[in-house]
């Protein structure tokens, strides 16, 4: 779920010896409509799939691959089709996490770039995540309430989330509970979890 460090624990368990593809790394995107904030010009589709297949024919396809669920386009970037559609055959972990475990790590991350920056975005997603909760948001941010913020906005990223993981095609799909933002913990939770994984 967004903010609970998912890239942080990918990036864990490739330093602990795992195989990962870190697609919002290639894409140069962290996958929200605020992905793009603090991130270098994104590669074109056509790049991105040639930078992910110089990544995937180095891998050893005897073992597990870790990465991201993602939508079919991580901002500009769209994945190849077969990729994508491969992809959502295979076995989810979610890891679910309250809105207060998460905030700390979105305030941090998002708190320092400037208000009206921040104020664009959501108004480009009013739409979505509604009129009236667009304009909370935004007054939030005026009064540099970041926590009330990114509150009112996790509650629709997690209500989308959600709801397209129930469409997912995979039959295998581990509900992860944690308590903890805490990267060295969760990653141990993610692993147990997939030790359950039957193919």
Do not use: C
């Given at each position: ?121 959501i108004k480009k997603i009013s739409r979505r995540i509604g009129g009236d909760n667009a304009k909370e948001a935004i007054a939030a941010v005026d009064k540099r309430d970041f926590a009330k913020a990114i509150e009112i906005i996790l509650r629709y990223y997690d209500k989308t989330y959600l709801y397209g993981i129930t469409g997912k095609p995979s039959k295998t799909i581990i509900n992860v509970e944690t308590d903890t ?19």
């Amino acid at each position: 779920m967004t903010g609970s460090g998912k890239t942080q624990i990918l990036r864990l368990l490739k330093s602990t010896g795992n195989q990962v593809i870190d697609l919002e790394g290639i894409a140069n995107h962290k996958g929200s409509a605020f992905g793009s904030l603090g991130q270098m010009v994104q590669p074109t589709s056509e790049h991105f799939a040639n930078l992910l297949f110089n990544q995937w024919q180095r891998l050893d396809n005897t073992i597990p691959v870790w990465m991201e669920d993602e939508s079919r386009n991580v901002g500009t970037v769209f994945m190849p089709d077969a990729f994508y559609d491969n992809m959502q055959e295979y076995p989810t972990i979610v890891l679910r996490m309250g809105i207060k475990t998460r905030l700390p790590r979105l305030i941090k991350e998002y708190s320092g770039y400037p208000p009206e920056t921040l104020k664009l975005i959501i108004k480009k997603i009013s739409r979505r995540i509604g009129g009236d909760n667009a304009k909370e948001a935004i007054a939030a941010v005026d009064k540099r309430d970041f926590a009330k913020a990114i509150e009112i906005i996790l509650r629709y990223y997690d209500k989308t989330y959600l709801y397209g993981i129930t469409g997912k095609p995979s039959k295998t799909i581990i509900n992860v509970e944690t308590d903890t933002d805490n990267i060295d913990t969760n990653m141990i939770k993610v692993i147990e979890a997939a030790r359950n994984i039957t193919w």
